[in-house]
């Protein structure tokens, strides 16, 4: 979502730091430029004009113009006002109440459904035990749809009948959830296609009877400043305690989610980063900021990392770098580890210093290059899969035929893997070791 204010702001910066000292006529550049690549992604004006005061201020203070490193000091200056922008309000996920009551409202469209079975999984992977229910009685397939995710991320789903009270219906789930030992109830309540006074009654009239101890706007991050003018109509009429932005891996220009919560007040407590039901995180305003800036993301990095590894595989993995064990059934286990820590160009862009790479990354795998050597794989046998040597002339043409590819993708892949264990035996033998974690890939 924030490639091009990214890109923007990585060349703005980078052109103060390629320099000795700086001049107050440099800043006042370098802050113009900042302030049309902030506009320009549809950040709140008014945001915009707060935010360049304060890092004008900062910026040409007389330390900072008399030093050497004053670029890299702006760039730092940068990174705080940014994180600052991000971190209006209390971000914390509060769970008080047995259970506790997570309520959900929005408009239609904003991904409501979608996000509430994410809570519940992201809640499951923290250890607690959700119980979803739908009380949205006029969408036929929102009990149904809410079914089908809370299926897929293995948890409970509750429904009431269509078109029965949204009340009677809450109030009967959290019974559910008492004698079922949950401690986590998520309620997926009704949107509409704009705001109204009946919908805001309706929401006051849940949290009235359920008490919640969070209510969450989900908001689509996608349609820019009317994301804002959505969060101050429900602000003003519900008592809504902070947000959960969706699409944030969306291609819109990330207007929305730098300026909601300045704008609001309201805090941005979650963020949806794809389509997969795992793909939900807290949200972290300091380390946003430094993928914006280029400066990557290393925390949230391990953490999918961890996520998705198994300890114990990754010393086993470790363990067959180091004695030139590693086959491309290892390599294909690894390959779907990767798949499931997110989508390359993020990961990539989480790596400091190559957030300008991100894109790159990402266009090889929109290009198929990765699904490619994926179907490679999985066109041979165990046996050569296990031994690659076997590989002559005609198994090649066949595993070619079977993916889909070419034979000099298959050629190219084999060799690249035989260079790759060339290389394995060369660190073996000097008594190296390969460490655990990412640097085995």
Known sequence: MFDLLSDRLRQTLARLTGRGRITAADVDAALRDI????????????VVKEFTTRLRERATGEQILESLTAGQQIVKIVHEELTELLSRGDRTLRLSGSPAVVMLVGLQGSGKTTSAAKVGRLLARQGRRPLLVAVDPYRPAAAEQLSVLAGQAGLPAWRGDEGGDVVATATA??????????????????????VDEALMAEI?????????????????A????????VAEAFHAAAP????????????ARGGAALS????????????GTGETIDALEPFHPDRLAGRILGMGDVLTLAERAQEAFDEKRAREMSEKLAHNAFTLEDFLEQLQQVKRMGPLGELVGMIPG???????AQASIDRGELTSVEAIVRSMTRAERNDPTILNGSRRRRIALGSGTSLVEVNRLVKQFAEMQKLMRQLGGSGRRMPVGLGRR
């Open 35 to 46: 302030r049309l690549a902030l506009l320009e992604a549809d950040v709140n004006f008014r």
């Open 173 to 194: 789930a959290i019974r559910a959830a008492r004698s079922q030992g949950r401690d986590v109830v998520v309620l997926d309540s009704a949107g509409r296609l704009s």
């Open 204 to 220: 006051r009239d849940l949290a009235g009877a359920v008490g919640p101890s969070e209510t969450l706007l989900v908001v689509d």
């Open 222 to 229: 996608m349609t820019g400043q009317e994301a804002v003018n």
């Open 240 to 251: 809504v305690t902070g947000l959960l932005l969706t699409k944030i891996d969306g291609d």
């Open 260 to 271: 909601i919560s300045a704008v609001t007040g309201l805090p941005v407590k979650l963020m």
């Open 354 to 360: 190559l957030g300008g790479l991100a894109k790159e």
